[in-house]
């Protein structure tokens, strides 16, 4: 498993990027109310919806307003909030094809990785893929189309087994660096890939970039995101788009995250590792992260507290601009101690799927692993935290039951 933390050094994540304070506002309006997504928590959710719209407002900008007179595309929000229920639960195949080549953070992925995910009873797969690595660095910007192969026998392979997919641009540090130099090519790489699954059926669903950061501001993501739509709509009209805000998707930048108005066919996806210094402790590509090391995370009720308030506010937006809502990345590193790992897990999974919330954990056999390469086996207690067996499932309120 540590194979992989010592060659992963373009990753250098500090706890400023998951700012806890914020300044972001949510435009007061008429709040619509989905059959199909539960209601947050009562007794959080006004306070915290108040909260949110007494907060300052952002320079993030660049709405894309519906066109004068466009219908209300219905068709496209149907299919996101059903295609949101089935992803229900997934896995981050994290590690594989995001590292600059396969294997150079340790991990391979394995045909056995796709039957043990949905054996166990999981239900979608997150593919995070370094497309960015392996497309030329000129116009037409062309893919190496060896590396597409392997990302389509990774999709192929979920698919077979009924799994969900969520296929996503993962490490494009460049274009974090310098948006503008990487615009077209950006582009150009989600043409070539969305052109090459268009025939693929609507359990695949597109992520057009993991956690735009830097001087990707929010602003720039916001427009790079329609363009990257419009894009992707040209070869898969039907296809169902993930995107989350920019600053990391961080959950707190949400009110900052500008969607067309008048595609529906898109799920927002959010990113929740809190308390930061409990889920990274002893990360090597986060810079401090050592002395970290022993914090527990042991659910006393300011803790869990901490995680619904941050949870029903995301799920408040959500509601508010009735979209449907995905929590995109969430673990706990293995160097936490396992009692403190399974509990947090279990409380963010719970809370989360009590929201209405679908949810991809992070990550199936890396630094955050719920499956033990080594032993060849699940970490138990993380997945008891996750499937949560003894649940009575009639009592949740998920909307994919
Ligand atoms: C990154 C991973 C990292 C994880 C937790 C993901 O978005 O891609 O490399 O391990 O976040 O920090």
Redo the contacts with the bound molecule.
């Keep these: 498993m540590k194979e992989s933390l010592t060659t992963?050094t373009d990753?250098m994540?500090t706890p400023e990027h998951y700012r806890e304070s914020h300044n972001y506002s949510v435009a007061p309006g008429k709040r619509t109310v989905r059959l199909s997504m539960p209601r947050p928590v009562p007794l959080l959710s006004s306070m915290l919806f108040l909260l949110a719209m007494a907060a300052c407002s952002s320079d993030s900008g660049n709405p894309v307003a519906p066109g004068p007179g466009s219908p209300p595309d219905v068709e496209g929000a149907r299919l996101a909030f059903e295609r949101n229920q089935k992803l229900a639960r997934g896995i981050n195949l994290?590690?594989a094809l995001?590292a600059p080549n396969e294997g150079d953070w340790g991990v391979v992925l394995q045909q056995w990785f796709f039957d043990k995910i949905a054996e166990a009873g999981f239900t979608a797969v997150r593919i995070?893929v370094r497309w960015s690595g392996h497309a030329a660095s000129g116009p037409p910007y062309q893919l190496d189309q060896v590396f597409l192969a392997r990302v389509r026998w990774a999709v192929d392979n979920a698919l077979e087994r009924n799994l969900m997919v969520v296929l996503n641009m993962?490490?494009y540090e460049e274009i974090m660096q310098d948006p503008r130099a990487h615009e077209q090519r950006f582009l150009a790489i989600w043409q070539q890939v969305a052109e090459a699954f268009k025939s693929y059926p609507g359990e695949l669903i597109f992520e057009p970039l993991?956690?735009p950061n830097n001087a990707m501001t929010a602003g720039i993501w916001n427009q790079y995101l329609a363009e990257a739509i419009v894009t992707v709509r040209a070869s898969n009209p039907g296809r169902t788009i993930l995107a989350g805000p920019a600053n990391?998707n961080n959950i707190n930048a949400l009110p900052d995250l500008r969607l067309p108005e008048d595609d529906r066919n898109i799920i927002v996806s959010v990113?929740y590792?809190e308390p930061f210094r409990f889920t990274?402790q002893g990360?090597s590509?986060?810079s401090g992260s050592e002395a970290w090391r022993g914090t527990t995370w042991l659910g006393n009720s300011t803790q869990r507290l901490s995680v619904t308030a941050a949870l029903t506010a995301a799920a408040n937006w959500a509601l508010e601009k009735d979209r449907p809502l995905h929590l995109g990345?969430f673990?706990a590193i293995i160097e936490a101690d396992m009692d403190s790992r399974a509990t947090w897990t279990g409380f963010v999974t719970e809370s989360a799927e009590s929201l209405g919330l679908s949810w991809s954990y992070?990550?199936f056999c890396?630094?955050?692993a719920v499956y033990d390469k080594r032993r060849d086996t699940w970490h138990t207690p993380i997945l008891n935290a996750l499937l949560r067996p003894d649940t009575d499932a009639s009592k949740l309120s998920l909307a994919w039951k």
């Design positions: 992963k990753l994540k994290g590690n995001e995070p993962h490490h993991n956690e990391w990113h590792y990274h990360a590509w986060v990345e673990g992070w990550d890396a630094n955050f």
